[in-house]
């Protein structure tokens, strides 16, 4: 397996998979994900404080995670996604460490990621790097969970 940031031919497939996975798995939730971002991905992951990563096997996409500045000091990971064929296989894992990694690179000191808590896995996956919640809100019949992780 391979992550890397998404390039433009990466668009198209990065798109599939996630709303893809919003539709099989989390229909209630798509009010809460809207996919402006995903059909203009280079452009809203664009600058050096940004990047939206894939993780990539045998030529197709099976995950993703993007890092998107919030201001200089906090950066929100956004489109955490696996393809359901390729889970506990470390693939979150990796590309969570790895959004990790570009954020101290950047020099951001905390790290925010909003999911709701249909998203079990995504949730046991942050917490387990140290996240810990810090707020909820319900949106229409969901409710939103944020995280927050301080990094050095």
Known sequence: MTIRPAGPADVSAVFQLVTGILQAEFPQDQAAYPTEDLQRLTETYRGPENVFLVAEED????GTCGVKSENKKTAILRRLFVDASHRDQGVGFGLLQEALNF???QGFREVVIR???QMERAIRLCCSLGFQEDGRWTLDNITLVRFRLKIT
Do not use: A
Not at 59 to 62: A, F, K, P, T
């Open 115 to 117: 999911t709701s808590t």
């Open 103 to 105: 954020c101290r690179k």
């Open 59 to 62: 030529g197709h996409l099976v």
